[in-house]
């Protein structure tokens, strides 16, 4: 079975610019969560997905951070404009329900010049 | 606030037992006491949860004290591939929902 499949793996990109990370959860999984983990730190969750619907967002900065969970499969995190402290890893996890095991995806590591 | 306490790093030696401690002094009856870990450069990965009652998986062993306010997780022989950071998380139910609080975890050494 597939895991999570998250892309892309490694992102640099200059202050102000915008980007955007892509996350594939696993099949059947109607949970989806996206996590934010600086160095050193756990991850800290950004946002919940319950098939499309965002349920916790109470986390994502709004000004610059957008997602979106189209068809309630796959999801998209995007940062505009990007500063120099959203350096960090992006995670992507799912889950059958809410109440399950997370899955984890290798995670996006971004860095702004 | 549903905060966990581990040590920062640990070592142990290959093919012994490994006892990773755990506390949260502030659980409180619903929370679920959550284990994962993460191998360098990947996303954290499932190890084992319990609620009151010692747990076995293929994995490991989770024992809970009495009072829950502390818990060890148990790895019967590590191995080079049980190099980790090992995070205690508290799952909250939260406005009916959950919701898990990782802390910093606990870097485990394993020495061939």
């Known amino acids: 079975e597939a895991g999570v499949v998250q892309s892309p793996r490694y992102k640099i990109i200059e202050k102000k610019q915008p980007v955007a990370f892509w996350c594939n959860p696993i099949?059947?999984?109607?949970?989806l969560y996206w996590y934010l983990q600086n160095l050193g730190q756990g991850p800290e969750l950004l946002i919940r997905y319950e098939n499309e619907e965002a349920v916790d967002d109470s986390q994502l900065p709004k000004d610059r951070f957008s997602a979106e969970r189209l068809k309630g499969v796959d999801s998209t995190l995007k940062i505009q404009p990007a500063e120099l402290g959203d350096s960090a890893v992006y995670l992507c996890?799912?889950?059958?329900?809410?109440?399950?095991?997370?899955?984890f995806g290798p995670g996006t590591r971004l860095t702004v010049t | 606030d549903a905060k966990t306490t581990q040590p920062n790093s640990m070592e142990s030696n290959e093919e012994e037992p490994v006892h990773l401690p755990c506390n949260h002094s502030?659980?409180?009856?619903?929370?679920?006491i959550h284990w994962y870990r993460q191998l360098p450069s990947q996303g954290p990965e499932y190890v084992i949860h319990?609620?009151?009652s010692n747990v076995n998986n293929r994995m490991a062993s989770l024992a809970i004290a009495e009072d829950r306010k502390s818990s060890t997780l148990i790895l019967h022989r590590a191995t080079l591939r049980d190099a980790a950071v090992y995070y205690c998380?508290?799952?909250?139910?939260?406005?009916?929902?959950?919701?898990?609080?990782f802390g910093t975890g606990t870097r485990l050494k394993v020495l061939a």
């Open positions: 996890a799912s889950s059958l329900s809410y109440r399950d095991e997370q899955y």
């Open positions: 502030t659980i409180s009856g619903t929370d679920y």
């Open positions: 319990g609620l009151t």
């Open positions: 998380i508290l799952r909250r139910t939260t406005s009916g929902t959950y919701k898990y609080i």
């Open positions: 099949s059947g999984h109607n949970t």
